[in-house]
């Protein structure tokens, strides 16, 4: 196996997989994408970059693509896109795990910041909508973790009604995807699973 430098901090690391600033830039595209489909959904609105810290949009009608600053029930949350024309009505947060090491040892962690998150949301603004991606490249995914995430995040992403528990979350989609084609991997999760694509709406 070939391995290339790691121009962050020197050490050796595997051609497939990122290293954080590829990592940070592959989660902006996310973001991006999802806020310019949300812009497009809700009429054609305009997309911009918050104010630093600000609690209302820079325009009263936008779709924001993070940081965007939110005073939830537990903490302030940045979150990486919203449509809040009169409070957080839409709120979205990207995740990526990228190698084999970095599933295995954060994975859990995560699950425990999204939980974090849908909460802080949901305890002041209890009918917003908190909707989560979670994006690993399939060579990182070992079968073992792959059981256990799925099935965690299908109990995270069961948010039906306003009733329901604060840390879930109203639509949760994992994407497995194979960093050699860029293309995602169409049997994981399970076609009955509410992690699916065709399900994150």
């Known amino acids: 196996m070939a391995w290339k430098v790691n121009p962050e901090n020197g050490k050796n690391k595997e051609p497939e997989c990122f290293d954080r600033h590829q990592s940070v830039n592959f989660a902006s595209f996310i973001d991006a994408e999802f806020a310019r489909a949300l812009a497009v959904m809700l009429g054609g609105i305009p997309v911009e970059r918050p104010n630093s810290n600000a609690l209302i949009p820079p325009i009263p009608d936008c779709v924001e693509v993070g940081p ?4 939830g029930g537990i903490r302030p949350q940045n979150f990486d896109a919203a449509y809040r024309p009169d409070g957080p009505r839409v709120v979205f947060d990207s995740k990526t795990l990228n190698d084999l090491k970095s599933v295995g040892k954060n994975w859990q ?20 909508l908190v909707a989560f991606i979670v994006v690993i490249p399939k060579p990182a995914l070992g079968s073992k973790q792959e059981a256990d995430i799925i ?3 299908e109990r995270l ?12 979350a109203e639509a949760l989609l994992l994407i497995i995807w194979n960093p050699a084609t860029g293309e995602i991997d169409p049997s994981i999760p399970a076609q009955d699973s509410n992690l699916r694509i065709e399900k994150f709406c």
């Open 157 to 168: 992403g069961s948010r039906h009604d306003v009733l329901d528990q604060t840390h879930l």
């Open 68 to 71: 965007v600053r939110i005073i």
């Open 109 to 128: 962690n995560m699950v425990n910041d999204l939980a974090t998150e849908a909460a802080t949301v949901h305890t002041r603004f209890p009918y917003a």
């Open 151 to 153: 099935r965690t995040l």
